[in-house]
């Protein structure tokens, strides 16, 4: 299945705006991000991955209903995140 899973940001590599990366966290599961697409983001944030690269903000309201939608698609427990 390919979707984009909400991961939040743990620190950011300020460098090339172009090459801009962050580490992020995906219920623990920990993964280098480009943020090329999100110049705004920052840290402590939520953002969707999709193949690797940042494409959106989410709110951590919106972020906990899509852990939510995955939990029940049983979906965290194979990725190994976490889930409440």
């Given at each position: ?33 480009s ?24 709110n ?25």
């Amino acid at each position: 299945m390919c979707l984009a899973v909400p991961g939040e940001i743990l620190s950011i590599d300020e460098g090339d705006p172009i090459l801009r990366k962050a580490r992020v966290s995906f219920g623990g599961m920990v993964k280098e991000v480009s943020l090329a697409l999100l110049p705004e983001a920052s840290e402590g944030q939520y953002v969707l991955v999709h193949a690797g690269v940042g494409i959106s903000i989410v709110n951590d309201a919106e972020a906990e209903r899509i852990f939510d939608y995955l939990d029940q698609l049983g979906e965290l427990e194979e990725s190994g995140g976490a889930s409440s």
